[in-house]
Structure formats: structure tokens, C-alpha cells
């Protein structure tokens, strides 16, 4: 499990925090997703929970990140790698930039983990065959298209095998089938019990792989349940998020007088997020 | 594929026999010479490494028509400024070939700016033709290979690397600016103009870029100690280590002979 605890996290020479805060519990087996208009602090939150923040940018944080129990701050920067991956919304600047092909783009995180060479060539093409890019393996990872590096840049995710994964605006550069290519990968991992934290402005794709999301406001937690009813809550479009196709169609199937009950299971909420059985407001610090 | 063997197209043997090379045989090559260029003296000298260190080469690599485009963008305009100011300026010039109001093209001048034409044109011909022949990569893997720390490594060979993204990232900001009304043609004046509003973009994304990738490359365990795993690495043989100590030999006992006065 991976837990942010009252996190507070503020840029070196910034005027005020960026989190303010923030509780967070990413489980075991479980896709999490992270919503919030621009400037929310979803990016920030991604590089602390990652341990970017602030060992490699600098700035404050107060508060206590755990990883399974362990304060992150108690590990050397490659301990937490092979603990937490993280996979940012640019692709082009995590490519390593020395790799003449995409195989050994791919190989490239776990060789600097020193692994077995055996096993390094097993991480790889079990990564490069999860995302089905296995025919891109010869080709040179700067001369692809920004969706096909942005599968890359996933796979040299994938084949760092770490137990805790967040993913910020994964499928940005991704045309329909490559999102569903990372869907069903994460689906998987989440399935072989790892944890996913999903940056994503597309609500239509959490909807279908989060069990959970989290909505971020001015840098805390707005909103904070099951997938289904966060996405279906009234106060989203407030907040800057887009409501998924499903919800906007059982609302104007509602506002119309019909029952919009059969539309996916989702009901427009009428009441707040907060108020349902299992959901809880996150209290701003 | 045979089980824990990698993909034939790495490490896949280049096209010619000087491709084919240790990538550390062939920096060798053009570092002795690039050297033995600055030792030796004369005309004779510099045109022998020409023929015997870059041209021969360059043909078996079958690389000679791209190395001589490459070698004449990069040292035209140095190559024309050092014949011009030494044809013209040279001390102590005496065999006057052309007057030119008070200026005097002299026969001294147009030799020494030939010889230092001919070193400049060894050495920049060396380290181009490394360049044609071999991927930074493989070096990189090789380096590695021989106990080269990862981080200098790559670092060394991402900064090569760094140059065609900055470019492409110029080239794109200016279309963009150019979109936006920008003019960056017409006469010099009005294109240094142009530049000014496109400096700041690629200077400062390129910044950002690079913090970006530092967080990538450490989450990635760049940054673990300890040795990397190789998935190959490029093949070395008993003679090319001996031409390599051979070369570096000879450009020493070259120093050696020119420090003892030799040619005379």
C-alpha cells in the first residue's frame, strides 16, 4: 500500500504549497484514479508519491509518504524505483535519449537495476508484448510517433515490475486502440495485485478501470469514493473535470422525464458525492 | 529466437569491415590521428594521415562522398579564414605572389596556411569519420563494458544526442512564430531580429526538458550505484587491441622524434 499521510508540499522558491494536506490510500490490486482541473497539483501529487518530490526537485514536504509501511524518506532513491514506478504525460523527455532502439529502451530501467541478463530479456519482452509493440522493437524510440513512444515510455514502466505504479495522463498521445492496449495492461497488473494511481483527464477511461477516484482541488482532496459515484457526482464539473459520456447521457435521459437507470448503471447524483454510504469529502487542512 | 538470447538486430554487424570495427578501435584511430596531425610538421606529413588515416578508410567504409560534404560544411569557413590570413598576413613573408593595395599575398604565407589547412582538415576528417562509422550507443556500451562508470558514459553520449532535439525544437518554435507573423528572412539585420523572440523558448524549454528527464532517468535507476546490466556489447578481437596499442605507440614515439628534433 502507498499512503500519503497529511502531505503538504510546497516548490522550492514558491510563494504557497502546492498540496495542502492531502490523505491519500492507493491498496493493493486497486487502480486509483486522480482527477481535477489544471494547476489542481495532480502532477505534484504524482511526483510525491513517487519520491521525485522532494528528493530530486527540492521544496518542503510535511506530512509522511509510506510505501507498504515504510516512510519513503528512510530509502535511498533506488529502493524507492524499484518500489513506486512513475510514468509522466510528456513521452518524448522520458525516453532516455541514448537507446538506438526500443527493445533496449524498454531494457533500459531494469539493466540499471543490475538484474540477471536472463531475466532482463524476459522483463522486456513480456513488457514489450503486454502493450503489443513487439514489431517496434528494431525501430529507433525518436524517430515514433508521440503515441507510439508514449507505449514505450509505458513499457520501460512495465518492466521495472514495480509493486506501486502511477501514471500521469498515460494515454495523452494515445489514439483509441492504445489506450485500450494500456487499459487491459493496468487491468492486469491491478489484477496480479499491483497498485495504480491514474492521472486522467478522460473520465470515460477511469470509469471502466478505476475502482476508486480522487478529485483534486487547489491542491486538496475535493472529493474522494467509488469510481462510479465520484464520476457520477454533481459538483465534477465544478471542479474542472469532464463527466463521463455515461453520466452526461443519464442526466439529459433524466432532465428529458425518463428513467435513466439502464444507462450503464449510472444515475445522475442529485445529492452530494459526501453524502453516500462509503464515500468521504476530504477535509481541506 | 533461441531462450535468453536477444533479438538479432542488436549489436547487428555493420555494413562494411571499418564499420564492423571496436567502436574503441576506431576512436583510438581518430584520436592518434587527430594528434599525430598537431605533431607532425610539413606538407608531406599531414597529406600521408589524409590518404592513410582518413581517405583509405573513408572508402573502405564506403563513407567517402558523405565524410568530404561533412569535413567541407564543418571547416569551410575556418579553412577559407586560415588560407586568406595567412596568404595575406603571414610575419616575415618575403616571396611576394599578389599586391593587393597595402596588403601582399606571399608564397610563405600560402604555404604555411596549406599545411595548417592539410592538419585541420586530418583532424577534422578523423573525428567525422568516427562519427559516420560509429553509433555514440555503441561506444557507450563498450566504454561500459571496460569499466567506464554508466552516468559519464551516458551522459557524454545524451549530450551528443541533445543537439539534433535542440534543433528540431528551434525548428518547430520558429514555424510556430512564423505562424504568428514572426519574420525571420530577408536581410541580416532583420533575421538576427527574428532570432531574439525565438531564443528564449528553446533556451528555457530546453532547461525544463532537461529537468524532466533528470526525474525520468531517476526513476528509472540511473542513478542506482552499482554495475549495469549489458544486453551485448560490440565485439574485440586479439589484433585490434594490439593496433590500438600500436597506434598510441607510434603517435608517442612520433611526439618523442619531434620533441628529439626529428625531421631535422
Known amino acids: 500500500m502507498l499512503t500519503l499521510d497529511a502531505v503538504w508540499y510546497r516548490y522550492p522558491g514558491a510563494d504557497a504549497p502546492t498540496l495542502r494536506g492531502v490523505n491519500l490510500e492507493l491498496r493493493d490490486g486497486e487502480v486509483l484514479g486522480l482527477v481535477g482541473a489544471n494547476e489542481a497539483g495532480k502532477t505534484t501529487l504524482c511526483l510525491v508519491a513517487a519520491g521525485l518530490a522532494p528528493r530530486t526537485l527540492g521544496g518542503t514536504l510535511q506530512g509522511r509518504v509510506l510505501i507498504d509501511g515504510t516512510d519513503m524518506a528512510a530509502l535511498a532513491g533506488h529502493e524507492v524505483v524499484e518500489r513506486v514506478g512513475i510514468a509522466f504525460a510528456n513521452p518524448a523527455t522520458q525516453l532516455s535519449g541514448v537507446n538506438r532502439t526500443v527493445y533496449e529502451e524498454v531494457a533500459f530501467g531494469p539493466a540499471n537495476l543490475g538484474l540477471p541478463r536472463l531475466e532482463l530479456i524476459e522483463r522486456t519482452e513480456s513488457a514489450l508484448a503486454a502493450l503489443r509493440i513487439g514489431p517496434l522493437a528494431d525501430r529507433d524510440p525518436a524517430r515514433l510517433s508521440g503515441g507510439q513512444q508514449q507505449l514505450v515510455a509505458i513499457a520501460g514502466l512495465l518492466a521495472l515490475r514495480p509493486r506501486h505504479l502511477v501514471l500521469d495522463e498515460p494515454t495523452s498521445q494515445l489514439d483509441p486502440a492504445g489506450t485500450r492496449l494500456v487499459a487491459e495492461a493496468l487491468a492486469r497488473l491491478a489484477a496480479d495485485g499491483a497498485s495504480i494511481l491514474v492521472v486522467e483527464h478522460r473520465t470515460d477511461l477511469l470509469a471502466g478501470i478505476a475502482a476508486r477516484v480522487v478529485a483534486l482541488d487547489a491542491g486538496r482532496v475535493a472529493l474522494e469514493g467509488p469510481a462510479d459515484a465520484v464520476l457520477a457526482d454533481a459538483r465534477l464539473p465544478a471542479l474542472g473535470v469532464a463527466e463521463p459520456a455515461s453520466v452526461r447521457l443519464a442526466r439529459l435521459v433524466a432532465e428529458a422525464g425518463h428513467d435513466p437507470a439502464p444507462i450503464r448503471g449510472l444515475a445522475p447524483s442529485a445529492t452530494p458525492v459526501a453524502a453516500r454510504a462509503g464515500l468521504e469529502s476530504g477535509s481541506p487542512a | ?264
Open chain 2, 1 to 264: 529466437m533461441a531462450a535468453g538470447a536477444v533479438p538479432a538486430f542488436l549489436g547487428k554487424p555493420g555494413p562494411t569491415p571499418y564499420h564492423r570495427l571496436n567502436p574503441l578501435t576506431k576512436l583510438v584511430a581518430a584520436t592518434s590521428v587527430a594528434l599525430a596531425a598537431i605533431i607532425l610538421g610539413d606538407v608531406a606529413g599531414p597529406i600521408a594521415l589524409l590518404a592513410a588515416g582518413v581517405v583509405l578508410p573513408a572508402v573502405v567504409a564506403r563513407s567517402l562522398r558523405a565524410l568530404a560534404r561533412a569535413a567541407l560544411l564543418l571547416t569551410l569557413p575556418l579553412a577559407l579564414s586560415i588560407l586568406l590570413v595567412n596568404l595575406f598576413f603571414f610575419p616575415g613573408g618575403e616571396r611576394v605572389l599578389l599586391r593587393i593595395g597595402p596588403v601582399a599575398a606571399t608564397l610563405e604565407g600560402l604555404a604555411f596556411g596549406i599545411e595548417i589547412l592539410l592538419r585541420l582538415l586530418a583532424i577534422s576528417g578523423a573525428i567525422t569519420l568516427f562519427y559516420l562509422t560509429t553509433p555514440v550507443s555503441e561506444l557507450v556500451i563498450d566504454l561500459e563494458r571496460r569499466g567506464v562508470p554508466a552516468r559519464l558514459a551516458h551522459v557524454a553520449s545524451a549530450s551528443v544526442q541533445t543537439v539534433p532535439a535542440m534543433v528540431e525544437r528551434a525548428a518547430a518554435i520558429t514555424a510556430a512564430q512564423r505562424a504568428r507573423g514572426l519574420d525571420t528572412e530577408g536581410s541580416p539585420w532583420r533575421r538576427l531580429r527574428g532570432l531574439l523572440p525565438l531564443a528564449g523558448p528553446v533556451i528555457l524549454g530546453s532547461i525544463a526538458e532537461v529537468e524532466e528527464r533528470a526525474m525520468a532517468l531517476e526513476a528509472r535507476g540511473f542513478t542506482r550505484p552499482g554495475p549495469r546490466t549489458l544486453l551485448w556489447h560490440p565485439a574485440d578481437s586479439g589484433w585490434q587491441r594490439a593496433a590500438r596499442w600500436s597506434l598510441l605507440a607510434g603517435v608517442v614515439g612520433l611526439a618523442a622524434g619531434r620533441l628529439g628534433g626529428w625531421p631535422g
